[in-house]
């Protein structure tokens, strides 16, 4: 079945980025989230594992994954071991 959908442009983004980041197809990744949300398909172990969010320990992320933003170089001849405290060393 062919159908059509309207996403909000966030959302449109998050599904674009998603699908680089996995190398997977849109349709795949909506397919995918629809039989889950359908309980179409056996829930996967990561999602049987999440008992300490399930038990309230730990919170589920509020916000969608973001990828890291790039690290700051350094000067020449600087390494993060310079950076730290003589007491801070091992």
Request: no cysteine; glycine share 4%.
């Amino acid at each position: 079945m062919a159908t059509n959908l309207r996403l909000a442009p966030e959302i449109e983004t998050a599904l674009r980025e998603e699908a680089a980041r996995t190398g997977r197809s849109q349709q795949e990744i909506i397919r995918t989230a629809l039989q889950r949300h359908l309980r179409l398909v056996p829930e996967s172990p990561v999602e049987k594992s999440d008992s300490l969010v399930l038990s309230g320990r730990v919170r589920a992320p509020r916000t969608p994954f973001r990828a890291d933003l790039p690290l700051l170089p350094l000067p020449d001849g600087v390494t993060s071991l310079d950076l730290m405290n003589r007491d801070d060393r091992f």
